[in-house]
């Protein structure tokens, strides 16, 4: 939003996005559906002054299918000018299923899996932006633009990781379609 919006896509020529849920939230969509978004059980975590709200602007932002996600990635994904690395991980469960943080159309962009590259990493979430391979991936990135990773596990024997279809106890929104490129994933 920062780069189409308030244009952030005349400063940025190299970007890399650590699941950035692109496609937007199955968590969001099914909590609006719902008519709690967000549920009560997390009014703790947001500041004093959004925890009467429902919707909260959070919400209707990161919503899969919604107004705000549509527009972002209208006419396309990826703007003119900047290269997009756009890397998750199978294990994603935040941000899941793991698709939703990759792009699709057009554009100048790359998409990452963590496990194409470490298999064994223990990269979820909440080590993407601190696991000293994910360090090293975004270095080789932003210096070269080829994705190198130094892996912390030894990578053969390769443990299979089966990612979520959809996030546990969360159907995606009706008429939902996984892009095709990704179904190898599920094999």
């Not at 991980?89 to 699709?104: G, V, Y």
């Not at 080590?127 to 994910?134: H, Q």
């Not at 994705?147 to 596990?153: D, E, F, G, I, V």
């Not at 053969?156 to 994933?185: D, N």
Request: include cysteine.
């Amino acid at each position: 939003m920062w780069f189409k919006d308030y244009g952030g896509a005349r400063l940025v020529r190299k970007a890399v996005i650590l699941s950035g849920m692109v496609l937007g939230s199955p968590y969001q969509s099914y909590w609006l559906r719902q008519g709690k978004c967000p549920p009560a059980d997390r009014m703790q975590y947001l500041p004093p002054r959004y925890r009467g709200m429902n919707p909260t602007p959070a919400c209707l932002e990161q919503a899969m299918g919604g107004a705000d996600i549509t527009a972002l990635n209208t006419p396309t994904q990826a703007l003119p000018g900047i290269t997009y690395y756009n890397v998750t991980t199978l294990r994603e469960e935040e941000a899941a299923p793991f698709w939703i943080n990759l792009m699709t159309g057009p554009g100048d962009y790359r998409n990452i899996v963590t496990q194409d590259l470490c298999p064994n990493d223990p990269i979820v979430h909440t080590t993407l932006n601190i696991a000293p391979s994910m360090w090293s991936l975004i270095d080789s990135l932003l210096r070269t633009g080829t994705p190198r990773m130094s892996c912390m596990t030894p990578s053969a024997p390769a443990i299979k990781v089966r990612p979520l279809r959809a996030p546990s106890g969360i159907p995606l929104p009706p008429g939902t379609v996984m892009p095709a490129q990704f179904e190898k994933y599920y094999r």
